[in-house]
């Protein structure tokens, strides 16, 4: 169908007096084409009186969609079903032409921020190489409204820890705080509400207040109030991770560090200027930060295994044997795990950032064999035995060695028996014992016993018996 200024150009040359075969031959149509113009005498484009074939189905169709969900293979089958005769095609067609299935386009507007006035920070999932093995990160992006200037890193999860660590960084990347940290409405720093009504957390309001920023969040649905970080995360997947490898987090990280260096002198077209140029004014504007910024961290209260270890996020790490049943403190920095029994003894392991289900020893805390440390202390119910009765201190060492119970319950039963019973009955049965090597408590119970019954409890004869 020709448009209207093709029909407008056929009007005029005919008007100038051209052929009909010349016009067509220019303009490259048919020359019946040429002659309907001439013949129509006008420049508007006709409006197709064409029947559609899915306007008998029109109510069927809506009320198909909110069943189907908006699936119109679905809605297709169900027409097909019913007895309706039409293409997929043509009931696509359809819906597209009349705004069925899609929203109509909304026109977007351009946001400006002056200098130092807002960060925008978000989270995008990514697959890389990470030594040898594909494994997926979640790499978290911050960029100034004003310079454009791009800072991110990558995390193995992200969680309220990992996004102070991530915006400290940043802010000392940049070297000052912005007015504002514009977020996606994400748990990690909302505690109710979303947009202008978005309350924090308040653990994530005390770190702003730190820096002199306040957290702000975009109305949902207004995924274009965030752009300014949200376009970067294409650039990082298909520049910065295309052909890459990385042999560890920390390779990762500074890979990605100067990879933002390189990026932020670079000349960007969509803005007509370089990032760390522009950033040169907006540096003035921002706030400067802390004298001290103290290390982010998070506190685990653990107890010492049977093996001396301590485990953290399915990580097993090593403590001096001496700690095994005793409770600790473990505090996690971005880069360390440190262990503390008291002020005095305190561990340092290497953080793993991601969950490897490894067991991280350290030889100090594993003497060689049979350098281990020895028990100096005996148990309670060796004291309170020995206290009793020492006359069967020989026995209680041969019991000890011998038993085949475990050593503290053969010392509490032991025990029993010494409050329990006459104590000459007792000493007799555990000398005769101790001379055939008789270590088996309930026989000796029963030797008592038979001791106690009789010597203690003999019966006077009936004397009607004489």
């Not at 020359?31 to 069927?60: D, F, I, W």
């Not at 920070?121 to 990514?126: F, G, L, Q, V, Y």
């Not at 000459?424 to 000398?431: D, K, M, T, W």
């Amino acid at each position: 169908m020709l448009s209207q200024r093709q029909r407008t150009t056929i009007l005029e040359l005919h008007a100038q007096g051209v052929k009909k075969r010349e016009i067509a031959r220019v303009l490259g149509i048919s020359r019946l084409t040429v002659r309907k113009v001439l013949r129509s005498n006008s420049t508007q484009v006709p409006v197709l009186q064409r029947a559609e074939k899915a306007e008998p189905y029109r109510q069927q169709i809506l009320e198909l969609l909110p069943r189907c969900k908006g699936n119109l293979v679905r809605v297709h089958e169900e027409l097909t079903a019913s007895g309706a005769v039409l293409s997929y095609q043509a009931l696509t067609a359809f819906c597209r032409r009349h705004g069925l299935t899609e929203p109509p386009q909304q026109v977007v507007g351009q946001y400006d921020f002056r200098p130092g006035q807002e960060l925008q920070h978000d989270t995008s999932p990514h697959e890389l190489e990470l030594a040898g093995k594909k494994c997926k990160v979640q790499t978290a992006s911050a960029v100034l409204c004003y310079s454009r200037m791009l800072f991110f890193q990558c995390y193995a999860t992200f969680q309220r820890f990992d996004c102070k660590i991530f915006l400290t960084e940043a802010l000392r990347y940049f070297g000052g705080s912005p007015e504002r940290v514009m977020i996606d409405n994400t748990h990690v720093v909302v505690l109710r509400g979303t947009g202008r009504e978005m309350v924090p957390v308040p653990e994530m309001a005390a770190f702003a207040e730190r820096f002199s920023f306040q957290f702000v969040a975009h109305e949902r649905g207004d995924a274009n109030r965030s752009a300014r970080v949200e376009r970067p995360f294409w650039f990082i997947e298909n520049n910065f991770l295309a052909g890459r490898t990385f042999s560890s987090w920390p390779d990762l990280n500074e890979q990605a560090r100067r990879w933002c260096d390189r990026v932020n002198s670079t000349y960007k077209k969509h803005i007509r200027a370089v990032p760390r140029e522009l950033f040169a004014l907006e540096q003035r504007h921002l706030k400067p930060l802390p004298v001290w910024i103290p290390e982010v961290y998070r506190l685990h209260q653990r107890t010492v295994d049977v093996e001396g270890y301590v485990a953290l996020h399915s990580n097993r790490y090593s403590v001096p044997v001496a700690w095994v049943g005793r409770p600790v403190e473990v505090r996690e920095t971005k880069d360390k795990i440190e262990m503390q029994l008291n002020a005095r003894n305190i561990v340092t392991h290497e953080r793993i950032p991601d969950q490897q289900y490894q067991r991280i020893t350290l030889l100090i805390h594993r003497p060689p064999r049979g350098q281990g440390l020895k028990r100096s202390d005996t148990h309670p119910e060796e004291q309170a035995i020995l206290q009793a009765a020492p006359e069967i201190a020989d026995y209680l060492a041969a019991l000890k060695q011998h038993s085949r119970k475990l050593v503290v319950l053969a010392l509490r039963q032991l025990l029993r028996l010494v409050r329990e019973y006459p104590r000459e009955p007792f000493l007799a049965a555990v000398r005769e014992a101790f001379r055939y090597g008789l270590y088996d408590l309930d026989r000796l119970e029963r030797m008592i016993l038979h001791r106690v019954q009789r010597d203690f409890f003999r019966l006077d004869e009936d004397p009607g018996d004489e």
